[in-house]
């Protein structure tokens, strides 16, 4: 079974910088597309940042040139490198992970999608 256990967050003020971590247990770390959302108070959960298996990366536009998301297979970890923070980035913070995985020598393939539990990040003006 995989876990995922998010930390790093906290409180600063506007301007500041956090970087966030996600451990993960388990095998398919690597097999996996890997993203952190944020759901603010009030707010639907959005998707902050994705990277893929081969280190593509995307970001919502909110985020872009503030937010660096980076992986590392051997480590099983994820992380959100967060710059410039505003008070809108105020939000608990979530990690995703996402892919598939062949099951058996005949090519079966179980997909998967794992969340982490979240880590409050608070930023005040």
């Known amino acids: 079974q995989v876990q995922l256990v998010e930390s790093g967050g906290g409180q600063v003020q506007a301007g500041g910088s956090l970087r966030l971590l996600c451990s993960a247990s388990?095998?398919?770390?690597?097999?996996?597309?890997l993203a952190w959302y944020r759901q603010g108070p009030g707010k639907e959960r959005e998707l902050v940042a994705g990277?893929?298996?081969?280190?593509?990366?995307n970001y919502v536009d909110s985020v872009k040139g503030r937010f660096t998301i980076s992986r590392d297979n051997a480590a099983k970890t994820l992380y959100l490198q967060m710059h410039s923070l505003k008070p809108e980035d105020t939000a608990v913070y979530y990690c995703?992970?996402?892919?598939?995985?062949?099951?058996?020598?005949?090519?079966?393939?179980?997909?998967?999608?794992?969340w982490g539990q979240g880590t409050q990040v608070t930023v005040s003006s």
């Open positions: 388990g095998r398919i770390f690597a097999d996996a597309n």
């Open positions: 995703n992970m996402k892919g598939r995985v062949v099951v058996n020598v005949e090519g079966a393939v179980r997909e998967f999608d794992y």
């Open positions: 990277i893929t298996t081969g280190g593509t990366t």
